[in-house]
C-alpha cells in the first residue's frame, strides 16, 4: 500500500480508522537493510548491555521502569488556609487503554488522607431500617463481591473551559480529573436488605470518616441500583488515597458522591442537604437558581494525543487518541474532525465498550503542516451526543463551572504547536 492509497474519509488528513498503518508509511521507523539474512551491518544487531548480565531478582513489590519516571500526577499547590484540601489529576496523555494505573488514579480530598486502621474502622448502617447494623472490615470480605469498570470524574473536571478565555494547559491539566479502574465491592443492595429498609425511606446519607466528614444523600432507588461498596481497585484493596478501607461507589455519578472512607449510611425520608450539596456541588443555573443533585456525568470524550503542550515534531501520520465516557450508558460512536468541528470521520473503539466506563478510540490522520483544530464527539447508548462548547454554555451558562462536557478543541499550527483554543 502506498500514501496515495489511503483512504481520506474527512477534511484536513482524517484517514479511514481500518487502517493498518505499519511504522514504514509513518515514516517512523528507521528502514533497514534489505538483506534477508539480516547480516547487513546496517540492521546493528549488537548485543546489549542488558542482555550480557543477569538482571534483578524478583521483588515483594513491583515499580515501573525508572525510564517512566516522568509520568506523575499533576497537583496543585497546597493552601495553608485549606489543610489537606486539594486535588491530583491523572497523566491523561501518557497513558493508554481505559484503565488508570492505581499510583496515576486522579485524588480529590477535601481534609487529606486519613490514615485509617482497617480493624478500628466500622461501617454503620441506620435510620429508617428494621434493625441497624454494625459492620467491620473482615465481616465485609467475607461477603459476595462483584466487579465491574467503570470511570470516576471529578464534576469540577474540565471546568476551566466555562472560562471566557481559553486556558493554556494540557489535556493532563484541563481534564485530569477522570480515571478509569476495575472496583470490586458488595452491592450496596445486600447490606441494605440485610438492615431491612423500612418502606419510608426513600435516602441514603452517606459520611465519610475523614476530617472533612463529607457527607452526600442519595436517592434510595439509585442506592439499590448499581451502587456498590467498594473494598478492591484493580485487585488490591482500595489505597488509601481512593478511600481504604472502603468507599462507597456510584457508577457514572459525579465523584463526589462516591463517599470515600466511608463510616456511616443512615436511611432517611428527606434528603440531609449537606455542606457538599448545598454551598457546593450545585448548577447555578442563569436564573440564579441553584440545581441540587445532579448526578450523572454527561457525555464526553477528550482526545488525549496530539493534545494541549505538545508539539507535533514532523509531518506525517499520527495516532489520533482519547478517552470518551457517559454517566447514562456506554459509548457507541466517537467522531473526530481535523477542521474545527466542519467534516467528521468516524473513530476505531478499541477497547471494551461497557456501561459507566472509559473507552478509548483512535484514528490516524495525516498532518502535512498546516493549521488544524482536532475535536472529538461521543455519542452514548441512549442517543446522548457531546455538544459543543459554545452550546453548553449558552444552555448552563458559566454561574457555576461544575460538569462541564463540551467538545474540546486542540489547535495545530504550522510549527506544529498544539494549543486548548476555543472554535
Ligand atoms: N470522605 C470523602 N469522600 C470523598 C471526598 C472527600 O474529600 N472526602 N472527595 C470526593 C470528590 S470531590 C471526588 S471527585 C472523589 C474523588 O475520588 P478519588 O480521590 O478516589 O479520585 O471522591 C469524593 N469522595
Ligand atoms: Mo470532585
Known amino acids: 500500500m502506498s500514501k496515495q492509497d489511503l483512504e481520506k474519509v474527512a477534511a484536513n488528513g482524517l484517514i479511514n480508522r481500518r487502517h493498518l498503518l505499519g511504522l514504514g508509511l509513518t515514516g517512523m521507523g528507521t ?9 547487513d551491518a546496517g540492521l546493528n544487531l549488537e548485543i546489549p548491555r542488558w542482555s550480557k548480565a543477569p538482571g534483578a531478582n ?3 513489590y513491583g515499580s515501573r521502569s525508572r525510564f ?10 497546597p493552601n495553608p488556609l485549606y489543610p489537606g484540601g486539594g486535588a491530583s489529576r491523572s497523566p491523561l496523555h501518557q497513558l493508554q487503554g481505559s484503565i488508570t494505573p492505581n499510583s496515576l488514579h486522579f485524588e480529590r480530598h477535601h481534609a487529606g488522607i486519613p490514615d485509617i486502621d482497617p480493624a478500628q474502622h466500622k461501617l454503620v448502617i441506620h435510620g429508617l431500617v428494621r434493625q441497624p447494623l454494625v459492620f467491620n472490615y473482615e465481616d465485609l470480605l467475607r461477603y459476595p463481591m462483584v466487579s465491574k469498570i467503570y470511570f470516576l470524574e471529578c464534576s469540577g473536571n474540565s471546568g476551566s473551559l466555562f472560562g471566557p478565555n481559553p486556558a493554556d494547559g494540557s489535556a493532563q491539566s484541563l481534564h485530569g480529573l477522570v480515571s478509569g479502574a476495575e472496583w470490586t465491592g458488595i452491592p450496596l443492595s445486600t447490606l441494605l436488605d440485610e438492615a431491612g429498609v423500612n418502606p419510608e425511606a426513600r435516602w441514603i446519607n452517606a459520611v465519610g470518616a475523614d476530617a472533612a466528614s463529607m457527607g452526600r444523600s442519595i436517592p434510595l432507588n439509585r442506592a439499590m441500583d448499581d451502587v456498590m461498596l467498594a473494598l478492591f481497585q484493580n485487585g488490591e484493596p482500595v489505597r488509601p488515597a481512593q478511600g481504604y478501607p472502603m468507599r462507597l461507589f456510584v457508577p457514572g455519578c459525579e465523584g463526589n458522591i462516591s463517599v470515600k472512607w466511608l463510616t456511616q449510611i443512615k436511611l432517611t425520608r428527606e434528603p440531609t442537604h449537606f455542606r457538599d450539596e448545598t454551598s457546593k456541588y450545585t448548577d447555578t443555573r442563569l436564573d440564579r437558581k441553584s440545581l441540587q443533585f445532579t448526578y450523572p456525568m454527561g457525555t464526553k470524550s477528550v482526545i488525549t494525543a496530539p493534545s494541549g503542550q505538545m508539539k507535533l515534531e514532523r509531518h506525517g501520520i499520527y495516532q489520533v487518541t482519547g478517552i470518551a465516557w457517559s454517566g447514562r450508558g456506554s459509548i457507541r460512536r466517537v467522531e473526530v474532525s481535523a477542521d474545527g ?7 476505531m473503539i478499541d477497547s471494551h465498550q461497557s456501561e459507566k466506563a472509559l473507552a478509548r478510540f483512535r484514528i490516524p490522520w495525516e498532518w502535512s503542516g498546516g493549521d488544524a483544530v482536532l475535536q472529538s464527539r461521543a455519542t452514548d447508548s441512549e442517543g446522548n451526543v457531546q455538544p459543543t462548547r459554545t452550546s453548553l454554555v449558552t444552555e448552563k451558562g458559566n454561574i457555576s463551572t461544575y460538569h462541564f462536557h463540551g467538545i474540546q478543541s486542540w489547535a495545530v499550527n504550522t510549527a506544529g504547536d498544539v494549543a486548548n483554543v476555543y472554535a
Open 58 to 60: 524478583a521483588s515483594g
Open 31 to 39: 528502514v533497514a537493510s534489505t538483506s534477508l539474512l539480516g547480516a
Open 68 to 77: 517512566t519516571d516522568d509520568m506523575q500526577r499533576m497537583a496543585g499547590n
Open 341 to 347: 468541528g466542519r467534516t467528521w470521520a468516524d473513530a
